[in-house]
């Protein structure tokens, strides 16, 4: 079992700056992926950016330039620096970790763009 936990959700101005961050019960080097997910009300959830162990990254085109996604293995956590944010950008974020015993998700974290 992993338990994931988000935190640094919160209310921000449209071209505002967040960091989310995503704390791991279990060893980094044990997880093959981290994922950032976000659901939108009336929406499906999509990925945002993922960050495999190796340190390769994908980003959603939507985020693109704007958000970044790290990884502190001596801190089993996970972050997503996110910039420049837009209203289309609130929705409740999800920490994801895959491994090979399964995917785990956090419990999510509002985030909320408007003026």
């Known amino acids: 079992q992993v338990q994931l936990v988000e935190s640094g959700g919160g209310l921000v101005q449209p071209g505002g700056s967040l960091r989310l961050s995503c704390a791991a019960s279990?060893?980094?080097?044990?997880?093959?992926?981290m994922g950032w997910y976000r659901q939108a009300p009336g929406k499906e959830r999509e990925s945002v950016a993922r960050?495999?162990?190796?340190?390769?990254?994908y980003y959603a085109d939507s985020v693109k330039g704007r958000f970044t996604i790290s990884r502190d293995n001596a801190k089993n956590t996970a972050y997503l620096q996110m910039n420049s944010l837009k209203p289309e950008d609130t929705a409740v974020y999800y920490c994801?970790?895959?491994?090979?015993?399964?995917?785990?998700w956090g419990q999510g974290t509002q985030v909320t763009v408007s003026s």
């Open positions: 994801n970790a895959e491994k090979p015993s399964g995917t785990y």
């Open positions: 960050i495999t162990r190796g340190g390769t990254i």
């Open positions: 279990v060893s980094m080097f044990t997880i093959n992926v």
